[in-house]
Nanobody, 115 residues
């Protein structure tokens, strides 16, 4: 079992920045990858960024060059630095941890970008 607790969402103007945090606890040594997904109202949940255990990263095309995923192994925490935010980035953001074939999700944190 893995528990994920997100923080850092909020309201920001277009062009601004936010940093999301996801603290993991539990059987964290079995985690293959951790990442961030988002879901806007009326839309499907989509991948934003993911980092594997080895440090490889993947980003959605829509956030490349603006968002950066990173981790602090000592704190078992994954971060998502979001810069140059756009109204289209408005969504609930979810932290995800992958253990083999099982996915764990955080409770979500809301990000609202005003124009």
């Amino acid at each position: 079992q893995v528990q994920l607790v997100e923080s850092g969402g909020g309201l920001v103007q277009a062009g601004g920045s936010l940093r999301l945090s996801c603290a993991a606890s539990g059987i964290i040594f079995s985690i293959n990858a951790m990442g961030w997904y988002r879901q806007a109202p009326g839309k499907q949940r989509e991948l934003v960024a993911v980092m594997t255990y080895g440090g490889s990263t993947t980003y959605a095309d829509s956030v490349k060059g603006r968002f950066t995923i990173s981790r602090d192994n000592a704190e078992n925490t994954v971060y998502l630095q979001m810069n140059s935010l756009k109204p289209g980035d408005t969504a609930d953001y979810y932290c995800n941890a992958e253990l083999g074939l099982v996915n764990y999700w955080g409770q979500g944190t809301q990000v609202t970008v005003s124009s």
